[in-house]
Structure formats: structure tokens, C-alpha cells
């Protein structure tokens, strides 16, 4: 006797939709983008190149453009790592233990999403400027934090500390915890579970917060402006720059830092594109493989 194969689902009605509807929903769509995305960095790119490519590229010569490029690679190569860190010990904890106030820390983790940018640096004003909390004891020990690049560093972490733990908690949740606990039943130890079972099934949502994270060390504006003092070669980063140069009318350099920065950007969606892909990729194989089993 022959089994019945069972069918496939059949479509949802939305796919169904006529096509009036879609067309329009798509057209909205695509208008979005064109007004909102595309037509600005067209607009920031054609002001930079206004006076040439000679004048484009003789901004970036400029002492002070070159400190502030300097500085935000810093900050974010500080920032970056020590929320990588962050993330990876907050989404182990939250995915595979309970304890108490689990669900107070994963509204703290998410605080940064909720307060503005500003209020984060008048916050490390109150605790490190020099009327601050600690304000008296680092001046005893000739410790500057406001209007210095530590400053500048702390911010910029506490703005972006949630990106990596929030793209690996659901997905080391998802994904549960048997393969470790059969790994340590097998004689392997903490770091040896981590290092070849964990890390290898989390990789791509651990690379895509690491992306979305230093995009948002590079690019961040308001927190950074409020502690930085906007000290010319010391404590501008690009985005304070751009500010600063905007502010004089002197369009076309600020347009070309602009434009440094639209450039970042777009490389972190490409490379953002690119691990989506490889993480849809993946999946299918894992699924092929599963469908071959069976």
C-alpha cells in the first residue's frame, strides 16, 4: 500500500493580494527609499565633489580631518571589542541560567534603546566632569575623563553595549544548550565547549552585532558631542567635524567628511548583506542535509 504524500500549505491570502495593492505597497516603498536614502547621500556625494576631486581629496589632508579619522577608529576599536566582550558574557548567562533579576538585566541591557544619546553624556557629566560625583577624586590624581578621550571611549560604549547582546541572546536561546552539555559530558572543559560547540553555531548573529555595533561607535553623534569639549585635533571625532565645518560654511570639506562616513556606512550594509546571505546559505544546506537524512 502506497502512502498518501502529505501537501504542501497552501499560499497564504496575502500572496493572493491584487495587484493594485501590491504595486502600491511596493511604490510607497521604493518612494521611501528614493526620498529618504538614496536622494541624500546623492546630495552629500554631489556636494563633496562640487569643487572637483582635487578639492575632495585635499580635506582628508587637512591635520585636524586626519585627528578626527584617528579618533574614531580609537574609539571604536575600544568600543567594539569591550561590547563584544559584554555581549557574549550577558547573552551566556541570560540564555543558560536563571537567577534572580534576569529580567532586570535585560531591560538595563536594553536602557541605551530608551534614553537619548544627550542624556547619556550629561549622565557621565554628572559622575566625571569636574563638579561631578567623582569629579574631586580624579582631579586629586590628575585624571581627566570629560573632555578627553576617555570620555569620548565610555560613552561610546554605553550607546552601543546592547547590539551584540541583543542579536546573540535570542539565537543562543533558540538554540538551546544540549550540544554544550554533551560536549562536558565528553571530558571537554568550559573554554573548549565555547571555543568549538558555541561559538561555531552563534558566528554569524556574533558578526552581525559586531557590525551594527561599530557602525553606531562610528557614526555616533549626540552622547559623544556632549563630553567631548570639541577641542580641534584632540577630541572631535568625524561626526563632530563635520559639525564644526558645517557650522563655518565651509560646505564642501564638511560634505566630504560626510561623505567618509556615508562611504563607512555603506560598507557595514554590504558586509551586513553579505552575512545575511551566508547565514540564509547556511541554513538551507542545514536543511538540505536534514531533508537527505530523512
Known amino acids: 500500500m502506497v502512502e498518501a504524500r502529505p ?10 493580494d491584487p495587484w493594485p495593492l501590491r504595486a502600491l505597497l511596493i511604490g510607497v516603498t521604493l518612494a521611501f527609499l528614493l526620498i529618504f536614502l538614496l ?3 546623492v546630495t552629500v556625494f554631489s556636494e563633496a ?47 543558560r541560567f536563571a537567577f534572580p533579576g534576569k529580567s532586570l538585566l535585560i531591560t538595563l541591557i536594553d536602557l541605551p534603546f530608551a534614553v537619548s544619546p544627550v542624556v547619556s553624556g550629561l549622565i557621565y557629566v554628572l559622575l566625571f566632569g569636574a563638579n561631578g560625583w567623582l569629579g574631586p577624586f580624579l582631579a586629586a590624581h590628575h585624571l581627566k575623563v570629560i573632555f578627553a578621550v576617555p570620555g569620548i571611549v565610555l560613552t561610546t560604549i554605553f550607546v552601543t553595549f546592547p547590539f551584540v547582546a541583543r542579536e546573540l541572546i535570542p539565537v543562543m536561546q533558540a538554540q538551546g544548550s544540549e550540544e554544550e552539555q554533551a560536549a562536558l559530558s565528553l571530558g571537554a572543559n568550559g573554554w573548549q565547549t565555547f571555543w568549538r560547540v558555541t561559538l561555531p553555531k552563534v558566528r554569524w548573529g556574533l558578526i552581525y552585532g559586531v557590525i551594527l555595533c561599530n557602525a553606531r561607535a562610528m557614526g555616533e553623534f549626540g552622547a559623544v558631542s556632549v563630553v567631548s569639549g570639541h577641542i580641534r585635533g584632540l577630541t572631535n571625532t568625524i561626526p563632530l567635524h ?53
Open 7 to 16: 501537501q504542501p500549505p497552501k499560499a497564504h491570502p496575502a500572496i493572493a
Open 39 to 41: 536622494l541624500p547621500l
Open 49 to 95: 565633489l562640487a569643487h572637483g576631486v582635487n578639492a575632495y581629496f585635499a580635506v582628508f589632508r587637512d591635520p585636524v580631518a586626519q585627528a578626527a579619522i584617528r579618533l574614531t577608529l580609537l574609539v571604536a576599536a575600544i568600543a567594539v571589542p569591550a561590547n563584544l566582550l559584554f555581549g557574549i558574557c550577558a547573552a551566556w548567562a541570560i540564555s
Open 242 to 294: 563635520v559639525e564644526i565645518l558645517y557650522n563655518e560654511y565651509n560646505l564642501v570639506a564638511a560634505f566630504a567628511m560626510a561623505s567618509l562616513l556615508a562611504l563607512l556606512a555603506l560598507l557595514t550594509l554590504g558586509i551586513k548583506a553579505m552575512v545575511e546571505w551566508r547565514m540564509r546559505l547556511g541554513l538551507r544546506l542545514q536543511a538540505a542535509s536534514v531533508g537527505g537524512l530523512g
